[in-house]
């Protein structure tokens, strides 16, 4: 009977100190148009966790937005796509802020083809300053650089994300 007691009594203190932790892995994905007469397109789009479902279930209970990968992909192509190769930068700043000086991610000589897929370079240092703004909406934006223009292709960045949520 002291052994059941002693069970319930950690139980019930491992679920009120919040000890219960549930991982939810998950995307948050930003589409956006690149369309540029010459070779250079710059894109601001919204980024808003608060929008994805697995936040919206967990949100009494999220304890934090853990960001894993960055993937930039070409979703489409338009008739008057010139463009075979490009590079680029993503930056992000808080909604209304001033625009970082560094990128957070970059990526290099990625084929305009549709379909392809690029996981994008990212430091620990850059993770971070990502995951500070994971609580609410942000902006990013795209800087891309092609081989020839006219650019006219739709792209998606994708946030890898897991969702740490507990009681």
């Not at 936040?55 to 009494?60: C, E, L, M, Q, Y």
């Not at 993937?71 to 463009?83: K, L």
């Not at 490009?86 to 990128?103: C, F, H, I, Q, T």
Request: with cysteine; hydrophobic share 40%; charged share 20%.
């Amino acid at each position: 009977m002291n052994t059941i007691f002693h069970f319930v009594s950690l139980t019930l203190l491992v679920i009120a100190s919040g000890c219960t932790l549930e991982t939810v892995d998950s995307h948050i994905d930003v589409d956006f148009d690149a369309l540029a007469e010459g070779v250079e397109s710059h894109n601001t789009v919204s980024v808003n966790p608060n929008e994805n479902p697995d936040v919206v279930a967990n949100r009494d209970y999220i304890k934090g937005i853990d960001v894993s990968n960055i993937v930039f992909t070409v979703r489409s192509i338009g008739e008057t796509n010139r463009a075979q190769s490009g590079s680029g930068e993503v930056y992000v700043r808080a909604a209304g802020a001033d625009w970082d000086a560094e990128p957070i991610a970059t990526f290099e000589e990625t084929p305009v083809e549709v379909g392809v897929t690029k996981t994008l370079a990212v430091t620990p240092e850059q993770i971070a300053r990502i995951e500070a703004l994971m609580t609410d909406a942000f902006e990013a934006r795209i800087d891309g650089h092609v081989d020839q223009g006219p650019l006219s292709f739709g792209g998606r960045l994708t946030f890898d994300v897991q969702i740490r949520a507990g009681l």
